[in-house]
């Protein structure tokens, strides 16, 4: 397994990657392997899209976000052209000058192969990969078509919601309403009718000509409230910690009267005074 995924058992506490979208968060993760598979540095492009069954404007797409969420960089890759590499990647796989040289003739090899037409085993593999992933898109396809869709949501718990969007789209239909309920429901299972109007309110911008765009608005901030909640709560929890060991070390050193005040004003704490 990479040393990347082994160092990076803390990205359970890293806020710059918990507050990914979840698609963006796989994206990543699937890029990463990429990058470990080619020496350290994204394949092109059109490779990206083959591996990652998605178009070349989609792939390019991630890439950019992650790129200004910090997450890849753009370097040169030693022979006058440009790659793009996960941040901080050589600091994390821990790349010595032996592999370092191993990773230059890696990519040196794979770049031949790319410009070979010869080589015509490659091309078939591929051409026979790619016709196994249609074939299983094909059939993916065809079973949700005969899957049975559940119901939208009703509008009657969402008339304040509803009442937002027509005020800035009175031609919206309610199926457009649902589905933008059933995003923001699917982010977050408990909000509440006046909670999502007040996104609605707060993602909604002059000159926005469509009310499908709280599709995919509505789902982001929702995403990034969550994250930043947890961060929060996170660092709310830590300080708790800490003020409690602050206090029972108070209270280890301290005479009967202090003890006896400590214990008064912290009782939660009354099973963990250390024993006299």
């Known amino acids: 397994m990479s040393l990347w995924f082994r160092m990076y058992t803390g990205i359970v506490n890293n806020a710059k990657i918990q507050s990914l979208p979840t698609p963006l968060f796989k994206a ?3 890029l990463l392997c990429l990058a470990k598979d080619n020496g350290g540095a994204l394949p092109p ?5 083959f591996q990652l069954r998605c178009t070349e404007a989609q792939a390019k797409k991630w890439i950019s976000d992650l790129s200004d969420r910090r997450l ?3 370097s040169s890759d030693g022979a006058g052209g440009k790659e793009i590499c996960p941040h901080d990647w050589e600091q994390h796989q821990y790349v010595s ?5 191993r990773v230059k003739k890696f990519r040196e090899t ?3 192969l790319r410009g070979n037409v010869s080589v015509t085993h490659s091309e078939t593999e591929q051409r026979q990969s790619r016709d196994r992933a249609d074939s299983e898109t094909e059939t993916f396809a065809a079973a949700a078509a005969h899957t049975p869709k559940p119901p939208p949501p009703s509008l009657q718990g969402w008339p304040v919601t509803t009442e937002r969007i027509a005020r800035r789209f009175p031609s919206v239909d309610d199926e457009m309403v649902c589905r933008i309920a059933s995003a923001a429901c699917a982010i977050d299972p408990g909000i509440t009718d006046d909670s999502l109007a007040q996104v609605i309110d707060s993602e909604w911008k002059p000159g926005q000509n469509s009310a499908a765009l709280f599709l995919k608005t509505v789902p982001a901030i929702l995403r ?9 709560k996170a660092a709310e929890e830590r300080n708790l910690r800490d ?6 070390e108070i209270y280890s050193r301290s ?3 202090t003890r006896l005040d400590l214990e008064k004003s912290w009782p939660e704490l009354s099973d963990k005074w250390p024993k006299k």
């Not at 492009?45 to 899209?49: A, G, H, Q, T, V």
């Not at 990034?224 to 929060?232: G, I, L």
């Open 97 to 101: 000058d032996v592999s370092t040289n």
């Open 243 to 248: 003020a409690e060991a602050r206090i029972l």
């Open 110 to 112: 794979q770049k031949k």
């Open 224 to 232: 990034n409230r969550a994250a930043e909640t947890a961060v929060r």
């Open 255 to 257: 005479d009967a009267e």
């Open 45 to 49: 492009l059109p490779d990206i899209s």
């Open 28 to 30: 990543w993760v699937n």
């Open 72 to 74: 890849f960089d753009e």
